[in-house]
């Protein structure tokens, strides 16, 4: 599945991301607010959903390899959240959607993926 599509059906909206980012794959999503739990998970390509606005949060999304961010409840973001982003490397994107919504949305487009 695409990055691109992804942030599409998602109405999300770029706070950071290199040149390219369109087409990055994602092969898996993980939705969590759990720091701990993000650091257990499993997975190639992972896209991370959360509501965390805490720096920690792209410094551990780079540790388990994910692709990208994309932070949902219209959660505000801090400029040191995307500094750190920059600093990783690591696209970074706002929905307005609830996680369940965002997950939802998700599976849908892996389905017709």
Request: glycine content about 4%; charged content about 20%.
């Amino acid at each position: 599945m695409n990055l691109k599509n992804v942030v599409e059906a998602l109405d999300a909206s770029e706070l950071h991301a290199s040149d390219g980012w369109e087409t990055l794959e994602v092969d898996d999503v993980f939705a969590s607010d759990l720091i701990s739990d993000i650091l257990v998970s499993e997975g190639e390509d992972q896209l991370l959903l959360t509501s965390l606005t805490s720096p920690q949060v792209v410094r551990t999304a780079a540790l388990v390899g994910a692709v990208a961010i994309i932070l949902v409840h219209r959660r505000q973001t801090p400029p040191a959240l995307e500094a750190a982003a920059r600093q990783q490397g690591l696209p970074l994107f706002r929905s307005a959607l609830t996680k369940f919504e965002a997950c939802l949305r998700i599976g849908k487009l892996m389905e017709t993926s």
